[in-house]
């Protein structure tokens, strides 16, 4: 009788801004090897994906060859689980539907999962971080834009066309900011990156009162919060007014949802209590009053440059097997 090969690792992928991750993992969320290589540099697509697969199959070759590996993840920003795309990035360098997942699996002779960023990272907070147990809660991700999953009875909630979650581009001030997505008033113009930037230029010009941020040529968020800690009271109130546009939006969220908890993740949750606390107190303001102080908020406990690569590694497992090896 001809016994079955049971493949022990996968191949998890982590598609950001500024950097591309990617790694051979095992089911125990161990990584064996990892590599990564700048997004920015490839401004073409197609280029992009080829380079990514060539990658992959180098690392698999020289960790176990294709006995070993099961099925790859990727993580990247506006993907659709459904299917496999990354559809219409707002922050992304390459515009309307690009296919990475049907590509990949062209290329790689394997079976490819896509997912966006926030649902892989639920998948890796529910596995192995601080949502391990829980059936209702929601991630947040805080960088260069707003992403959230939706886990609902022990599943993430995809929506009918897989969009669900996208609580960045609700809208939380009418004709306000411009967005990414080209609508006006999304709550990521004020949340993510650029819109705390442009939130700390607005309280500048405001204010002629002393702060470190005038010294600064390009400011960022981590900045600001580094000034924060430094008792820069203006670069306070930069996150004071980020943390209340945060918290009624999130309140607006868990209002329809009614999670156990947000698990918050990114750079931008590195703040702290600079974002956190004024996030909370506006959020129990608002929230329904049947809810109030019943929702957790977690900041998650995973080694941020390995998170999403963890949360790929399990949606990979979750993929039906294919390979052309077998």
């Not at 941020?213 to 008792?231: A, H, N, Q, T």
């Not at 969220?253 to 996030?279: Q, R």
Request: one cysteine or more; glycine letters at 10%; hydrophobic letters at 40%.
């Amino acid at each position: 009788m001809e016994q079955a090969i049971i493949k022990k690792w996968v191949v998890g992928v982590d598609i950001s801004l500024e950097e591309t991750t990617y790694a051979v993992v095992n089911a125990k969320g161990e990584i064996l090897v990892k590599d990564s290589f700048p997004t920015e540099s490839y401004p073409n697509a197609n280029d992009y994906i080829a380079t990514l697969s060539e990658r992959i199959l180098m690392m698999i070759e020289s960790n176990g060859g294709y006995e070993s590996i099961r099925s790859v993840g990727v993580s990247c920003p506006s993907a659709n689980f459904a299917t496999g795309c990354m559809e219409n990035s707002p922050n992304m360098p390459w515009k309307g539907v690009i296919p990475i997942g049907p590509m990949m699996r062209d290329r790689l002779g394997m079976a490819v999962a896509v997912a966006n960023n926030a649902q892989v990272i639920a998948l890796g907070e529910h596995a192995f971080g601080c949502a391990r147990g829980m059936r209702n809660f929601v991630v947040i991700t805080l960088g260069s834009g707003l992403g959230s999953c939706i886990f609902s009875n022990g599943l993430i909630h995809k929506g009918s066309d897989g969009y669900a979650g996208e609580v960045g581009h609700t809208c939380i001030v009418r004709n306000g900011r411009l967005c990414g997505c080209g609508h006006h008033g999304c709550l990521e113009a004020y949340t993510a990156a650029k819109g705390i930037v442009m939130t700390a230029q607005e309280v500048l010009a405001e204010s002629d009162a002393p702060s470190l941020m005038r010294s600064v040529e390009k400011l960022s968020p981590k900045l600001i919060s580094k000034f924060c800690d430094e008792g820069d009271e203006l670069a306070i109130e930069v996150y004071r007014r980020t943390g209340f546009m945060l918290g009624l939006g999130l309140a607006n969220y868990a209002s329809v949802v009614n999670p156990e908890a947000f698990v918050f993740t990114g750079g931008i949750a590195k703040a702290g209590d600079w974002l956190l606390d004024p996030m909370q107190e506006t959020f129990e303001k608002h929230v329904y009053k049947n809810m109030q102080g019943k929702t957790k908020f977690l900041v998650s406990e995973l080694d941020e440059d390995n998170h999403d690569v963890l949360g790929a590694s399990v949606l990979a497992w979750e993929v039906k097997e294919y390979s052309l090896f077998k």
